[in-house]
């Protein structure tokens, strides 16, 4: 177990952790349970540099804990929500958004993605600036949301390619990322967050889905994933903006 959760938090954040050596057959998919784990390392680091953003103004704040979350994660799942982007987007059919994906270049479709995403992310957390570490703690709890509802998806819908690192992930240990997620539910409003997640993880999978002919791949859970951390983020900032 040890080894899953060592797989998973070097495969989803950028911690100086040991390098985990050769992946084995199925170890992908042990790992996969771990991804909430991932996540509240993620959260953890956003909210010590919001905690340290407080004595600079609120731009600069939000621009600090973004660049956190974007250097924590090694940019992976962005990268998957700038690539999605392109393919899900243009009109054309099924199996050529399936060849953009493998496109390594940026298209326009991509790049007004990630700027939107990124004005969300930064606009969300300069509204965090000025809060309490007590009402700030719960951002620990959004990027773990996000990596657990992505496993909804990731178990629901087949993979567009059989031979991408993301079918390697696939039917994984979810029964162990239910459990790590349980300690969201001992939080005021921790249910609507959790329930937000996974809607909004079933939402974006279902549209990728249906523009990639019935599956979904790595660079979808990515999309997955960013989707989701903005969705829970702007329901918490809208529950918790009078509690300064």
Partial sequence: MLRYAHLALTFLTT??????????????KKASGFYPLAGYAV???????????????????????????????????????????DALLVMKSPQKRLEILKDVHIGAFGLAVAVVALLFKWSLLTELHGHKWTTLFPLVLVPAIARFSVLIPMNLFPAAREESLGARSREGWWQMGLLLILPVLVFPGGWWMLLAGMLSALLVAR?????????????????IIECTEIAVLLLWVLVSGGHK
């Fill in 207 to 223: 549209f990728a889905a249906g523009r990639l002919g019935g599956g979904i791949n790595g660079d979808v859970y990515g999309a």
């Fill in 15 to 28: 911690l100086p952790l040991p390098d985990v050596g050769e992946v084995r057959e199925g170890e992908f």
């Fill in 43 to 85: 959260g953890l680091v956003l909210f010590l540099v919001l905690l340290l953003g407080q004595f600079f103004p609120a731009g600069v704040s939000g621009a600090l804990a973004l660049t956190a979350w974007l250097w924590i994660t090694g940019m992976l799942h962005f990268d998957g929500l700038v690539d999605a982007g």
